[in-house]
């Protein structure tokens, strides 16, 4: 491989190549790269300090391919490690460069997360307010956000990438950590499960308990699985469960 470290993958809808997270290089900045699976070669899509591998969600293109929706920092430094609330949903233009914004939670809450609809026609977000999480979709067209998840206060479900809609785009998926009550025969303690919740809101169900803390999950295309990585070795791959 022609780079040194990957976060993520994603592949060109004609198949041809493959837009790279990662560093090309030692030392080399973190930053989009098309890799073209023909040819090898590797070309510079963006370099930017806001994608830091341990904040910036996994890119995702357009379906045709023009564009990647990213989240984005927007100081002119990159991330601000003191100011969580700059940061937003950008759209990248690959022919261009130009980053536009799509959308940002209003202050004082902050962006977690972000993930695209199959149609890419909406946006599901995971966002912290004092201290609690939430969960909403907007509009990539614009348009007011509405929430369609709250945890409890002090739960916690910012765990990287874990949050995707279905295949079908009728549901959400996401990580939650939550608090285990203590029983006669154990210690309370945190658990880390997946969830599910109609895109559009209603009522919230557990699908499953991880044993570890979620790092990526993912929808299988027109079909009503999910997949995930979870950060614990019992897990032996991404073991799939029906939404």
Known sequence: SPFVTIHSLVWYPDGSAL???GQSQDNAPF???RYDLRTGEVRVVLEAKGLRPDLATNPTLSADGRHVYLKF???PEGYDPNDYTRALV???DL????????????RPSYLRLFALSPDRKQIVYGYRFGNKDAFAGVDVAGGEPRVIFECEENEISRAYSALSFTGDGKGVVFHRMRKRRPTETAPASMVDEIWHVPATGG???RLHDTGGWILKVAARPNSREIAWHAAKA????APAVPV
């Open 234 to 237: 019992v897990l032996d791959g």
């Open 203 to 205: 009522e919230a169900k």
């Open 73 to 75: 920092w927007d100081t």
């Open 19 to 21: 837009l790279v997270h």
């Open 95 to 106: 022919a261009t460069g130009q980053v536009t914004e799509v959308f940002r939670p209003q």
């Open 90 to 92: 950008a759209r990248l």
């Open 31 to 33: 930053g989009l790269y």
